[in-house]
């Protein structure tokens, strides 16, 4: 059977990718919308396991460096910086003076002076442009391949001829696929055992092609970015810039930056009034990060984040939508006069570009939350999303109604109810032990 085509060497996703001015930033994915269809796409991180390259490309990892790289980062990062060990990553949340999420992304710790961010936008290097701390801001060119479900390990055990088992959560250590250097990291945001795999971005072909050949017979799939956002909302991760959208366009600075730092406007779609964009931000509590707040030094947002915690008015939920009305949703496709916004497959809206959608969610006549993310979970057969609610509305079971549309078009009144969250449950990251997995054969 011969080896399938690297998304290195495809067309890449209907997109748009915007640069970021000075920092000359592209966001080049090498990933298709679609490979073998969205059904066992959605099914491969409950079933086997998937590949994902789309978060690969030049701007995608910013490396700081220098003897006050850590007090820069602690200084933008909500995050506790004083046991962050090299060798050791954690997922790094950044806010406005509001407390509003601006970016979000993971960080490791390469060395005492030296870090590496991930995945988080234009944000931090915006930061960087105005601190007074001494770092330097490296832009690399590097792949970022994620590799996620129950097969995960057996897949790069098989690649890359070793135990990876010594490999903890949060934790990376280099090793070597298809005869190249590469960085494996125990992660799993989404909440099953997933590894990601870094390295230059001109290594990329052989090792996604080595990993896919390693995957077959691990039931691997590659996995596109029509699909992507569907784990995020199972797995009870919320997204920025899908879920919900990243405060930096609430501050003034970063829009009109002096050296014409550019950011793609978003789509503003959903029931709620599209200039209410608070609606679209979310703040660390309201989307489940409290824990990682540390209040042990300063940081951008700390007064608002702090108050907050003393009185905490929402909290975020899984919610279950009713599949009668649903349906009808469908149904009005085939009656006369206007349809109801129809639900894209298997996520609403497309993750094409970045979005600030926002339902209205209604208790007793009253507006009690915002719901996004809008999914159909093909493994649970059901239309989920993610709700951020007024807390004494999140008792599981209760009963709700989402207003599904867009502002000044056919609204449905969508029932539905307060689920788990989150709401994949089986095989969480936290519960795998690695050391009783099934051996893939090497030593």
């Given at each position: ?36 269809g ?7 991180w409950?079933?086997?396991?998937y ?8 701007g ?118 298809g ?70 366009h ?33 703040t ?8 990682s ?76 939350g ?74």
């Amino acid at each position: 059977m011969p080896p399938a085509p690297s998304p290195f060497s495809m067309p890449l996703a209907s997109a748009h990718y915007p640069e970021f001015g000075l920092y000359a930033i592209r966001r080049e994915m090498p990933c298709p919308w679609e490979f073998r269809g969205w059904k066992p796409e959605s099914l491969s991180w409950k079933t086997g396991c998937y590949i994902h390259g789309g978060l690969s490309g030049r701007g995608s990892q910013v490396r700081y460096r220098g003897r006050q790289a850590a007090e820069f980062l602690a200084s933008i990062c909500i995050n506790n910086f004083s046991r962050f060990r090299p060798g050791a990553a954690k997922h790094a949340v950044m806010c406005t003076d509001k407390g509003l999420i601006a970016a979000h992304g993971v960080l490791q710790r390469i060395a005492d002076d030296e870090f590496r961010l991930f995945a988080s936008g234009p944000w931090a290097p915006y930061m960087h442009s105005k601190t007074r701390f001494d770092v330097e801001q490296v832009v690399e060119d590097r792949y970022l391949f994620q590799v996620a479900g129950p097969t995960s390990l057996q897949v790069l055990e098989t690649a890359t001829g070793e135990s990876l088992r010594d490999i903890g959560f949060l934790r990376f250590r280099d090793s070597k696929i298809g005869g190249k250097s590469v960085q494996v990291m125990r992660i799993g945001m989404a909440g099953t055992l997933a590894y990601e795999l870094h390295g230059p971005t001109s290594d990329g072909p052989e090792v996604y092609d080595a990993v896919f050949e390693a995957g077959r017979a691990f039931s691997l799939e590659r996995l596109g970015w029509q699909t992507y956002p569907v784990n995020h909302v199972e797995g009870g991760f919320p997204q920025a810039n899908w879920t919900f959208l990243g405060a930096a366009h609430d501050d003034s600075g970063f829009l009109n930056h002096p050296d014409k730092l550019r950011w793609m406007p978003p789509d503003v779609t959903g029931s709620i009034d599209p200039g209410n964009m608070r609606a679209r931000y979310r703040t660390p509590v309201e989307v489940g990060w409290e824990r990682s707040v540390q209040l042990d030094h300063d940081f951008q947002g700390r007064d608002a984040i702090e108050r907050e915690l003393v009185d905490p008015r929402k909290t975020i939920v899984t919610l279950i939508w009713n599949a009668d009305d649903v349906l009808d949703v469908y149904a009005s496709l085939f009656r006369d006069g206007r349809e109801y916004k129809t639900f894209e497959l298997p996520t609403t809206p497309h993750f094409r570009r970045m979005i600030a959608h926002a339902d209205d969610v209604v208790h007793d006549r009253k507006s009690v939350g915002v719901s996004s993310g809008t999914t159909y979970s093909y493994h649970f057969r059901k239309m989920i999303s993610l709700c951020t609610i007024d807390r004494d509305c999140a008792g599981i079971g209760t009963e709700l109604t989402v207003k599904w549309g867009d502002f000044g078009g056919p609204i449905k009144d969508i029932r539905a109810s307060v689920a788990r969250f989150p709401y994949l449950q089986e095989e969480r990251n936290q519960d795998v032990d690695v050391a009783t997995m099934h051996s893939a054969g090497v030593a």
